[in-house]
């Protein structure tokens, strides 16, 4: 892209570089599908030089993505900038991709016309029946979703793809749809609320909290431990799982809640292990292969814990080796560009150890410790 179209193409002169994806309305994006078909048709029958047209997708890896720092806030997030990688149905390993683009293309067509939304896995199935020959799993389905955001340059929503959530929340927070019932979510049993998948529904919620800490954990087992001990009525709080690796939605309602309820600090509780560290910069930055979207998911998340100040709280026994998979997510998150100098150093001195903890490993001081050690920390500012 020339430099005057990457000029064009921003809203400000510093963002020159940014590219990102938009939420755009069925129409718009049916739209752009049939912009993509004509193009393809018009290479295909020039009576020139008839050719196979490639695919440009803006490139998703680590060369390609920066750090955006907010003009009006704290937030920072992962972007990616103009450059492309290819799709082409005449090299021999690009093949296969190039035809699940359109593929996937076809299908979101067929469902934005319907007025449906899908998960990632419905698609899967129904992809998997149509075209075994190119979806064999669900990896495929997921990275051709993301080259045709790439390509169109709008939203996974706006493609009428639903996120599959697995998060829950649960404390100071009452939710309320237009014209449904509201749901005070400090009277819930320790599960907490299910956080739907359809950001659209997630988007149109009225929040209402007198809460001033939000928490992140981890897992569900830590979420349903603080539930269980009703942390927010002793801390006013409103706490928040994805059971794992944070999932779109999770992030949404997060972010939301974070432009909601501006002045409330965010802090994260996670095992101290490379995967724990990777699961807090998702939330605070977003992530490289959603980089298009990432902007619209990042908060300022502080990392409460487990951290290497806490370790003299937990028994020798309770340590474990750093297994194989630690260390590749060690190398890739010292390899980034946006990992910042007190995380860096958290992570060399696990590498230096050779040890990871849980967070489960302060239950040797008591089932209830876990809360007081929350409040502790937060009291005394003791976060990154």
């Not at 009225?206 to 830590?222: C, G, M, P, Q, T």
Request: a positive charge; charged letters at 25%; glycine letters at 6%.
């Amino acid at each position: 892209m020339a430099e005057t179209d990457v000029a064009a193409a921003s809203l400000f002169g510093a963002d020159r570089r940014l590219c990102s994806a938009d939420v755009l309305s069925p129409p718009e994006v049916r739209a752009r599908i049939e912009v993509a078909v004509l193009n393809f048709l018009a290479a295909l029958s020039s009576p020139s030089s008839p050719s196979i047209s490639i695919l440009p997708l803006i490139a998703r890896k680590s060369a390609n993505c920066s750090l955006r720092s907010g003009l009006l806030s704290d937030v920072s997030s992962v972007y990616l900038s103009y450059a492309f990688c290819k799709r082409s149905l005449t090299r021999e390993n690009d093949a296969k991709s190039f035809v699940r683009v359109w593929k996937v293309m076809e299908m979101c067509y067929k469902i934005l016309g319907e007025g449906k939304l899908v998960t990632q896995r419905e698609l899967f199935y129904k992809l998997l029946s149509d075209s075994p020959k190119y979806f064999s799993c669900q990896r495929h389905v997921n990275q051709s979703i993301q080259d045709v955001v790439s390509l169109l340059r709008c939203t996974r929503q706006s493609l009428g793809i639903m996120a599959s959530s697995r998060g829950a929340l649960i404390g100071r927070l009452v939710l309320h749809e237009p014209e449904e019932e509201r749901i005070d979510c400090s009277i819930l049993g320790p599960s907490g609320h299910a956080i739907t998948g359809d950001l659209n529904e997630l988007g149109k919620l009225n929040l209402h909290s007198d809460a001033r800490y939000l928490i992140v954990v981890e897992k569900d087992a830590i979420f349903q431990r603080l539930a269980e001990d009703r942390l927010y009525n002793q801390l006013p709080c409103i706490i928040i799982t994805a059971k794992g690796y944070p999932d779109i939605a999770t992030r949404f309602i997060l972010h939301r809640l974070s432009q909601t309820f501006q002045n409330m600090p965010i802090f994260a509780l996670v095992d101290w292990n490379p995967a724990g560290l990777a699961i807090l910069c998702t939330y605070k930055y977003g992530s490289i292969s959603m980089g298009l979207e990432s902007y619209r998911y990042a908060c300022n998340v502080k990392w409460l814990g487990l951290r290497g100040d806490d370790l003299q709280l937990i028994p020798q026994s309770a340590f474990q080796e750093l297994k194989p998979r630690d260390l590749q997510i060690a190398k890739s998150l010292l390899s980034s560009k946006f990992l910042q100098e007190k995380h860096r150093a958290e992570l060399t001195l696990m590498l230096d150890t050779g040890k990871r903890a849980e967070i489960e490993a302060l239950y040797c001081h008591g089932f209830d410790f876990l809360g007081k050690y929350i409040a502790k920390k937060i009291v005394q500012g003791d976060y990154i």
